[in-house]
């Protein structure tokens, strides 16, 4: 295919080549000059994609899952608009009332005056990908689209092409770091027609431990499209833990996308909340590398009208003796649509390996949709992996019985969601976000405060 | 309080009751007793409201309203109370959360202001004295985990915070040592009043050596086939059920 940056698009020109002409053309603008591992990235990203385009639904990983909708929106990348301003007070809501270090992103750009890194415990730092880029070029280009590499996908080489935008943390080997760092995505009514593509870079030196925040709201009814791809290393016995909340404008796209490599006894754990967008997806992903460690990835979706949400992870056991532990459940009213497919691939050296993961999903109404898939590939013959999946409605024992006692109809379905969906948000280690998260839940069901 | 006239129900279009009549007044209990497979369940069940069950004849006027006309819920907050033979689990829903929202309830259905959790434990403590219960069951998920004996207590609780008019007690006996028997009938003993009134199902007449009813009735293939008073209990235990059976 030749495509040229010159041409006009016309109306019949296919949407892919659009991105692909808006991706080269950025990668080429955007090389000159800027530090090296950000111009590599770029060049590889524009490449791929133009050799890789969006996944159709031929393609098995994306089945249930048409981009059509993404693909055929034009949008401006938010690297080419300038910074914008906000009020702080305005973000008081999604910051769990924490004094953690932040790092906020408004339309897609990194906002230095709405972030607090000056004050950071010691051996945490936290970078602008673009600074990191021109201080930390080395330690960067040891990381930066290495677990996930630009030519993964089309959504990861797209935004491999748009790279410039993100956040290096980096927690020294040995320090325990108790305050999570909290990366704020917020899009305001001025973000319309925006496409984001942060990338960020997560690093657990040996032995440390620590907790990323990744959130994204929306102040506004906008549409726009939010294309994440983080990075992270968790060396050998360190933990962290990486909590993704994903509460985007109901009629926006959200691709979010996490490659993890773990180390030798090292524990990686993802919590997903999703409760936003038109169509979303969300990727999950973990290389067991090192014997004896382990993975707990969990998440929780929570869809009405006619969102669409889809959740992937994969899960490759390499060392022998780790463990993988899932368990995801959802909840899906109106015409929503879910879908889960937990990979897990075990190699013929991953012996001892225990995995297990669960999907559960209430359906709300009778039109509301899942599709579920387990994929389990075993090369190795003394392991223990187990899965299961379950579909259901409300349970009509428990309802009566909450009836019986004089709980009205209303109230004792969304006491029995709410039930359903605790049980999960109960994984989470951070006590303000689990109580956040709870309690976005129970108003979502009860319009109630308190629980 | 309760009249119950000719009552006919079908599960899945198979008939269970077959014409039972049955009347309850303000203090007094009443002991339905049976075979297996009697009807006895069904009846408490159609009274409580399960929708599993279709009422197909006769009616049930309670405190002057057609009961059979009225949701769960609604029967719930008028003052009618299941005590289930099987309590149902509710994972993620705390003991104390589920308790305190029935108690809102039947107090919103009655005009009254809700009360907030702190008042709330204040009417549970007391009565969690009067089954054997330690607060911290409070804490607990709805009937997850507990024994067999802690769910019919918890029943009993239930039942003690929400003051039931009219309570039916569906084989609450059943499964139970004589220690946890003694205190859920010493339970219900307490909470006896001369407005309330109680139907107490049981298979067994060692639950009534403990809970003395005014009246003893034995269905038989969805009929009352005998009534009598506690004597009828004692002379079904030393002689089984065949001798009522033939002589119906």
Known sequence: ?451 | MLVINDLHAAIDGKPILKGISLTVNAGEVHAVMGPNGSGKSTLAQVLAGHPAYEVTGGSVTYNGMDLLDMAPEVRAQSGVFLAFQYPIEIPGVTNAYFLRAAYNEIRKSKGLEEVDPMEFLDVVEEKLKLVDMDVSMMSRSVNVGFSGGEKKRNEILQMAVLQPMLAILDETDSGLDIDALRIVANGVNALKRPDNAAIVVTHYQRLLDYIIPDYVHVLAGGRIVKSGDKSLALELEARGYDWVLEAA
């Not at chain 1, 050799?51 to 690297?79: K, M, Q």
């Not at chain 1, 000056?118 to 677990?147: I, N």
């Not at chain 1, 929306?218 to 290393?233: G, H, I, M, Q």
């Open chain 1, 1 to 451: 295919m030749i495509t040229s940056v010159s041409t006009p698009v016309s109306t019949s020109a296919s949407p892919t080549v659009t991105f692909q002409e808006q991706a080269t053309a950025f990668a080429v603008s955007a090389t000159d000059g800027a530090p090296a591992p950000l111009a590599a990235l770029r060049t590889a990203g524009a490449e791929a994609f133009a050799r890789l385009g969006f996944p159709t639904t031929r393609n098995e990983d994306w089945r249930y899952t048409s981009v059509s909708a993404i693909a055929n929106t034009p949008f401006v990348a938010a690297l080419e608009r300038a910074v914008g301003t906000l009020e702080a007070a305005t973000l008081e809501p999604y910051t769990f009332g924490g004094t953690w270090p932040l790092v906020v992103f408004l339309n897609g750009r990194y906002a230095p005056a709405l972030s607090s890194i000056t004050t950071l415990p010691d051996g945490v730092r936290v970078m602008h990908l673009a600074t990191a880029a021109v201080q930390e070029p080395e330690l960067l280009a040891r990381y930066l689209g290495v677990s996930a590499p630009a030519d993964r996908d089309g959504f990861t080489a797209l935004n491999a092409a748009f790279a410039g935008e993100g956040v290096l943390i980096h927690v020294a080997k040995e320090m325990v770091i108790d305050v999570p760092v909290h990366i704020l995505h917020v899009t305001d009514a001025s973000g319309a027609g925006v496409m984001s593509h942060p990338r960020h870079v997560l690093i657990a030196d040996r032995h440390a431990k620590a907790s990323v925040i990744e959130s994204y709201v929306s102040l506004a009814d906008v549409s726009y499209f939010t294309n994440t791809v983080v990075e992270v290393a968790v060396d050998d016995g360190a933990t962290l833990q990486l909590l993704r909340i994903q509460r985007e404008s109901p009629t926006a796209f959200h691709v979010g996308t996490v490659e993890a490599r773990q180390g030798r006894d090292s524990h990686f754990m993802a919590f997903t909340f999703q409760t936003g967008a038109a169509l979303s997806r969300s990727n999950v992903f973990t290389v067991l590398a090192g014997a004896g460690c382990g993975t707990t990835l969990n998440g929780l979706y929570m869809l009405g009208a006619t969102q669409h949400g889809d959740h992937q992870t994969r899960v490759e056991h390499v060392a022998p003796n780790c463990f993988s532990r899932e368990a995801y459940k959802g909840l899906l009213d109106d015409a929503s649509h879910g879908v889960f497919n937990g990979k897990v691939y075990v190699h013929p050296e991953a012996q001892k390996t225990d995995g297990k993961q669960t999907n559960n999903t209430l359906l709300l109404s009778k039109d509301a949709q899942i599709d579920t898939k387990p994929q389990l590939e075993i090369f190795a013959d003394d392991v223990k992996c187990t899965h299961g999946a379950t579909v259901g409605r409300i349970d009509e024992a428990s309802l009566f019985y909450m009836k019986s006692r004089g709980v009205g109809q209303l109230l004792a379905r969304q006491l029995l969601m709410y039930a359903f969906a605790a049980d999960v948000l109960e994984t989470i280690e951070n006590d303000a976000v689990k109580e956040a998260l709870e309690q976005l839940t129970m108003v979502r069901f009860t319009g109630e405060t308190h629980h």
